[in-house]
């Protein structure tokens, strides 16, 4: 079956692209840098529902959007996270966190309502952390 | 310098044993079922900053401590999460989840207040997730 991502996941978060496996997602929550990485493979719920080399291929994009952040927002510390409590599709946060953000040192999820991104900045982070992706990740057309 | 569990999760945790890269814990929570990674390398605080090979054997002991998981709770889902918010050392929690348990579906962490094991419940629950992983893992002495 063609993957789909969950209606849920396309209204909370601007879609960027596609990695060799995963559509790359920021979530619309100016609070906090937080980025999504979703395999697309319909139907997977668990991180070790994966093949093997499906796995290591998440820990590979998983590691370098992590970098990519890292140079980008400077933050105190990263949150990586598949909860999937309420929307079962396999997805996993990617959230630079500061010791000065509005959840601190609480995790993100249902702490705050989200505050929706304004343009330009909306634009500014998505072309930012793709300029610092490019030279570590392949796009895929689709 | 030679790796050393953090006191918070030594106060916080029962050391079951060390698999080839991480020390196995239990959260000593008995509200869910919640076990710990901790990659036995002193000073990382992410998963980026292992080596590849070290990023690799992290998903793979990931993924046989959550069908571990699954064989012997059967959750409705697997929480797992890298935050260290508020312990640096890098730890991947593994939580099973149901949409009977307390918190759900809100993530567990600062949701309650922990409710520590008693004997004998403890003991079962450890050596029933031993059991489950000695197919799957090799432990190391140390």
Redo the contacts between chains.
């Keep these: 079956m063609a993957f789909e991502l969950h209606p849920r996941l396309s209204q909370d978060c601007f879609e960027l692209g596609s990695l060799k496996l995963c559509r790359l997602l920021l979530m619309n929550d100016s609070q906090y840098p937080w980025f999504v990485l979703v395999p697309q493979h319909e139907g997977v719920?668990?991180?070790?529902e994966l093949s093997?080399l499906d796995?290591?291929e998440?820990?590979?994009e998983?590691?370098?959007l992590?970098?990519a952040m890292?140079r980008l927002f400077n933050p105190d510390?990263?949150?990586?996270?598949?909860?999937?409590?309420?929307v079962?599709q396999l997805h996993l946060h990617h959230i630079a966190?500061f010791v000065t953000d509005p959840a601190?040192?609480?995790?993100v999820?249902?702490k705050l309502p989200s505050q929706p991104y304004l343009e330009p900045r909306r634009r500014a982070v998505i072309e930012a952390l793709k300029g610092e992706l490019a030279q570590a990740v392949e796009w895929v057309e689709r």
Tied chains: 1, 2.
């Design positions: 719920r668990e991180i070790y093997e796995q290591f998440l820990m590979r998983s590691s370098r992590s970098r890292v510390k990263l949150n990586i996270a598949a909860l999937g409590n309420i079962p966190r601190w040192p609480a995790p999820w249902g």
